[in-house]
């Protein structure tokens, strides 16, 4: 079964053999996607990047076993235009969020990585820690099989979020 996750948006696809094309081929060429953005970390302290501290176990862990990359670049600061931008290829002044609480365009409806990986056959899944990510704020669950926003604690006056290993028990009860 293949699968993609995202965990502060927790994107999460698995591509399903038996939704596969070509199921054979599909287990080569159609790997498990986990996205996991993670705000506001900076590479420094974490070990996989060459801090002298072990300070990141479970990070250093999946780091050995995948991609990871050196340089990274966000189009925008707030984490919910940030996120739209990443899950849509499009600059904020092409998708229209350009603050947190602000939703994508609507007209055209931009195309999603969640919305293709679907397409693809790909199972998606999001699970978000934090409110400029819920659905209704950014238009980000179009695509998604299951867009999990079970956000537990309120901070300040409006805004609400979740810890994350709720977030990470929550998706690996997906994943399983």
Known sequence: ???LICLALALMAVLPAARAR??????QTHPNILLIPVDP??????????????TSPNI????????LFGIAYSTIPPNGPAHISLMTSLFPQQHGATIN??????HPHPVTLAM?????????GAY??????????TGLGRGFETYNQRLSYHYKVVNVARRGD?????????LE
């Open 60 to 67: 250093d862990r999946l780091a050995s076993q995948v991609v």
């Open 166 to 174: 709720e977030v990470g028990r929550a998706s690996r009860r997906w």
């Open 41 to 54: 970390t900076r590479a420094d302290p974490l070990s996989c990047y060459g801090y002298s501290r072990l």
């Open 116 to 124: 293709i990986l679907h397409r693809l056959g790909y199972k998606t």
């Open 128 to 137: 978000i820690s934090a409110w400029p990510l819920k659905k209704g704020v």
């Open 1 to 3: 079964m293949r699968r």
């Open 101 to 106: 609480g602000m939703h994508m365009t609507t």
């Open 22 to 27: 070509h199921p054979k081929k599909s287990a």
